[in-house]
């Protein structure tokens, strides 16, 4: 059985900072290239940003550059998101996945973790 994988989220005001945190008992983040996304109500789900298995990192939406950093910590089997100087317009759930290298299909494990930034 897997454990619960995203966590960290909650509710923060405008100018306030936390990290996500993303770790399944049974699954190596290690060997995969994880992603973090995120889908605000009522809208689609978007790749944020993206850590491959060679350490290369990625932030893929424009408004979170500068504020937003990906990191892993492989001894720890984790993937954490740096989430600073938080907007209302970042309120979303938050989810990360995980992607055999190579391959193009991601694979989502867990259910999220709710971000709300209060204005």
């Not at 317009?89 to 990360?96: K, N, Q, R």
Request: charged share 20%.
């Amino acid at each position: 059985q897997v454990q619960r994988v995203e966590s960290g989220g909650g509710l923060v005001q405008a100018g306030g900072s936390l990290r996500l945190s993303c770790a399944a008992s049974g699954r190596t983040v290690s060997t995969a290239d994880i992603a973090w996304s995120r889908q605000a109500p009522g809208k689609e789900r978007k790749f944020v940003a993206s850590s491959n298995r060679g350490g290369g990192n990625t932030i893929d939406v424009d408004s979170v550059k500068g504020r937003f950093t990906i990191s892993r910590d492989n001894a720890k089997n984790t993937v954490y998101l740096q989430m600073n100087s938080l907007i209302p317009d970042d309120t979303a759930v938050y989810f990360c996945a995980a992607r055999i290298p190579g391959t193009l299909s991601w694979v989502y494990w867990g259910q999220g973790t709710q971000v709300t930034v209060s204005s």
